[in-house]
């Protein structure tokens, strides 16, 4: 008799743990003005007495999940890293890209010039390795420079699968250089638009370009035919120029963000936003947006001096960094996560240095 009052009392424990389960669930959806799928979840499992909107589920989750990522890093700590290699424009550089293997980089420049420089090049230099020869082609980490902007040169993109450089410029235009053909100075297709171009992104196919621009309006292009396509919603749109695109690694959707203080995030394939964060950095220009690798985080920065990690899933600021003598005053710069993902990197002004 024993056993079996002791296995009721398992069972009873096991039914309230379920339930309180249950409660939590139901209070985070309240609380998330998920009220009608809170109630059918609600009556479907009995809870009794009702729930009342409570963010606990969150707390408990949150708390949980900072114990678990306090992780020793497996990358040398931020101030062990120093400069390589430096080059010069003739004028102020405003824009910079990795190509996807790592190998080159792009540098745009204000007196609409484009480099592309060696990184192995960069390499030997920082090491006195190799010929000293300052022409392009001679060992000189500048192995390409290109001329065809006609004003300042404010975004570049390699390709992700072929040798293709973007670049966008205030001069409207959008130029895809052929960077395999050395001797070539000249962009081998135009895209134009009626603003300056603020921002490009190529989707992780090629196949198409997404852009940002002092307008408000999301430009999605197809590379091939130069069509462009923009969402219908004018409720889906920004209300202030377009300061930086980002696709999701997956390409399943993309994120903008806007000098009109938000943040969007929009589907990848019917090019139509399905959710905006308002006032992301109180109100303030957001200057930069970057995805987590596995797509669930947005990183932005603002200019309340701030940078937010977002949780996608939830629409919620996770962490706000605050850096280290940041003043309020900041231009319109980019915050981004280091190879591993283990730091948060943004430069500081007031402090002119980089926070990690």
């Given at each position: 008799m024993s056993d079996i009052n002791n296995a009721k009392s398992k069972i009873c424990i096991k039914n309230r743990n379920h339930l309180y389960i249950y409660s939590l669930i139901?209070?985070?959806?309240?609380?998330?003005?998920?009220?009608?799928?809170?109630?059918?979840?609600?009556a479907q499992v009995n809870v009794d007495p009702p729930c009342s909107s409570s963010d606990r589920l969150m707390s408990v989750v949150t708390n949980d999940l900072e114990f678990e990522i306090n992780v020793i890093c497996t990358v040398p700590e931020p101030f062990l890293y120093e400069t390589v290699c430096v080059t010069s424009h003739k004028g102020a550089c405003r824009a910079g890209a990795f190509s996807p293997d790592g190998q080159l980089i792009a540098t745009g420049n204000s007196d609409a010039s484009i480099k592309i420089?060696?990184?192995?090049?960069?390499?030997?230099k920082a090491h006195d390795i190799g010929s000293t020869d300052n022409q392009e082609g001679q060992g000189h980490p500048v192995i390409q420079t290109l001329y065809d902007p006609l004003e300042e040169v404010t975004c570049l993109e390699f390709h992700p699968n072929k040798p293709i450089l973007a670049s966008g410029s205030r001069d409207y235009h959008v130029k895809l250089f052929d960077y395999s053909k050395t001797s070539v100075k000249k962009g081998f297709k135009t895209i134009d638009d009626v603003e300056s171009i603020t921002c490009i992104r190529f989707h992780p196919?090629?196949?198409?370009?997404?852009?940002?621009?002092?307008?408000?309006?999301?430009?999605?292009?197809?590379?091939?035919?130069?069509?462009?396509?923009?969402?219908?919603?004018?409720?889906?749109?920004?209300?202030?120029?377009?300061?930086?695109?980002?696709?999701e690694p997956g390409a399943r959707y993309f994120v903008s963000s806007s000098r009109d203080g938000s943040i969007k995030l929009w589907n990848g394939v019917f090019n139509k936003c399905y959710n905006t964060f308002e006032k992301a950095h109180y109100g303030s220009q957001v200057c930069s947006v970057t995805f987590s690798r596995n797509g669930k985080y947005i990183l932005s920065s603002g200019k309340d001096s701030l940078v937010k990690l977002w949780e996608l899933s939830t629409g919620r600021?996770?962490?706000?960094?605050?850096g280290a003598g940041t003043t309020g005053k900041q231009h319109r710069i980019q915050a981004l996560f280091n190879h591993t993902e283990e730091y948060v990197m943004f430069p500081d002004e007031a402090a002119t240095s980089l926070c990690a």
């Open positions: 139901i209070s985070q959806l309240f609380y998330d003005s998920h009220s009608t799928i809170a109630s059918s979840l609600a420089l060696d990184v192995e090049r960069m390499l030997a196919l090629g196949d198409f370009i997404v852009m940002g621009t002092n307008s408000p309006i999301v430009r999605l292009y197809d590379i091939n035919t130069v069509q462009c396509f923009v969402c219908s919603v004018l409720s889906h749109q920004h209300t202030g120029p377009i300061t930086l695109i980002k696709f600021c996770l962490i706000a960094y605050t």
